[in-house]
Structures are given as structure tokens and as C-alpha cells.
């Protein structure tokens, strides 16, 4: 019985060349990002550019919003809640974002963390 010659995994050889170029290209991993002067401003991407531009031309649009609504079942621990919101909103500088114009250009302005408004709504005297 001849043993079959074996052929090399075109796949895995192209693999190893992508990440040994890859490797050879990447910067330093010891070269830091630069900080931005003021980290509470930044100019907008050009997405955000053109949402806002969007938003000047037609205000309101909301076309860009994807609703979601959850069903929680049993009791409600609505502190656990309120720091859970809380705390996504603290970790999640997009969830404070907003975009001013104030000068040449509109630019993204990121406000400081504060509680999430919370309102609770019964709709036990509603039909089913």
C-alpha cells in the first residue's frame, strides 16, 4: 500500500503570509493613541455628518430608530433597574453624545453621566 502524497493547506499556508504581513505592518503596541485636548469634544465622523444633516433637513426623521419593546415576566426589582440603566449610560459615552453647532461646523459634545429618568406606568386598570 502506497502512502497518497500529501498536498499543503493552500488556506492555512495563505493565512500564515496574511498574519506575518500583517505583523510586519502594525504599529508598536507600545505607541499610545494621543488623547484629544478636550475628551468631552470631538468632531463629527462623516456618518454622523451626514445623520445630521439629515436631521437639519428634515427634523424629526426617526427612520434611523430601531424599537424594541421586552416582555418582563414575574416581579420587578426596579432598583436593580435603575442601576443597571445607570450604569450602561456611565460606561457608554454614544449614550451621552449629542451634537452641537457652535462655530464653522457641528461637533459631538459627550455629557457627563447622571441617572436615567424613570417613570413606571400601572396598566393594571386596562382591558387585556
Known sequence: MSAEPRVPDARAAGRQALLDRLRRQAPAADEPI???EDPSRAPLTPGQEV???LEQ???GLT???VPRALRLRGPLDEAALRRALDG???RHEALRTVFRL???APEQRVLPARPVP???HGLGALDA
Open 51 to 53: 445623520l445630521w444633516l
Open 88 to 90: 450602561l449610560v456611565a
Open 34 to 36: 494621543a488623547r484629544r
Open 118 to 120: 424613570f417613570a413606571r
Open 57 to 59: 433637513s428634515m427634523p
Open 63 to 65: 427612520v434611523y430608530n
Open 102 to 104: 457652535e462655530g464653522p
